[in-house]
């Protein structure tokens, strides 16, 4: 079956330090992945997408890698800050042809001072 | 301007009540989903609309029923409410490309007691 698995226990780095996250799945295909910040109290906001023949995008802080080889993304957050402390979800195209995403669980990260 | 909104945020209520979550969305995009967040944080799909067709249906009981009036609505019914259906549900647009990123609204927290 399906399987999207993210790191989990809660993640916890020192400021200043490069957070990684990790994103393993099996038995998918999927052209592409992306990547959502999820506060407390609110709903998941996007941040990356990632296409299957990508090997790495980055945005300001943040960078993802995708091996479809592996099976695997890596979310990287450089120079964290405690605002960056959240959930992070990797979601995967669920492969019906519409844009039908399937979430991991997530990875909490807490930034400590 | 808020993209994706839904009402209400916090809804409680007791079994075998039937109660209605709205969802309004002024992105002009053609895709609106439900999602369901239970006690673990496992996001999972629910239904999915495109231009007023149900293209998605996961396997929800169908005590569930969406219903969109429009393509910037998509709402949510729930008949004869279980203890089980307590969770968050979230509401999100996107557009009709298949790797279209999701937004969400900021979900509304159903407590059936």
């Known amino acids: 079956s399906q399987k999207i698995e993210q790191n989990s226990e809660a993640l916890n780095i020192q400021e200043g330090k490069t957070a990684t996250l990790t994103c393993n799945y099996t038995?998918?295909?999927?052209?592409?992945l992306q990547w959502y910040r999820q506060d407390p109290g609110r709903g998941p906001v996007f941040l990356l997408l990632?296409?299957?023949?990508?090997k790495e995008k980055r945005k300001e802080r943040l960078k993802v890698t995708f091996d479809t080889t592996l099976k695997q993304s890596l979310f990287h957050i450089t120079a964290s800050q405690p605002a960056d402390s959240a959930t992070y979800l990797c979601?995967?195209?669920?492969?019906?042809?519409?844009?039908?995403?399937?979430f991991g669980k997530g990875t909490m990260l807490l930034v400590s001072p | 301007d808020t993209a994706v909104s839904q009402t209400p945020k916090y809804l409680v209520t007791q079994m075998g009540n039937d109660k209605s979550i709205k969802c309004e969305q002024n992105?002009?995009?053609?895709?609106m989903y439900w999602y369901k967040q239970d006690s673990k944080k496992f996001l999972k799909i629910m239904f999915s609309?495109?231009?007023?067709?149900?293209?998605i249906n996961e396997t929800v009981p169908n005590r569930f029923s969406p219903k969109s009036p429009d393509k910037a609505h998509l709402n949510l019914h729930i008949n004869s409410l279980e203890l089980g259906d307590s969770a968050v549900y979230f509401c999100?647009?996107?557009?009709?490309?298949?790797?279209?990123?999701?937004?969400f609204g900021n979900g509304t927290r159903l407590t059936v007691t």
């Open positions: 999100a647009s996107s557009q009709v490309s298949g790797s279209s990123p999701l937004h």
């Open positions: 979601a995967l195209e669920g492969g019906r042809g519409y844009s039908t995403l399937t």
């Open positions: 609309y495109n231009n007023k067709e149900l293209i």
């Open positions: 990632i296409r299957e023949n990508e």
């Open positions: 038995n998918y295909s999927p052209a592409y």
């Open positions: 992105l002009g995009h053609d895709t």
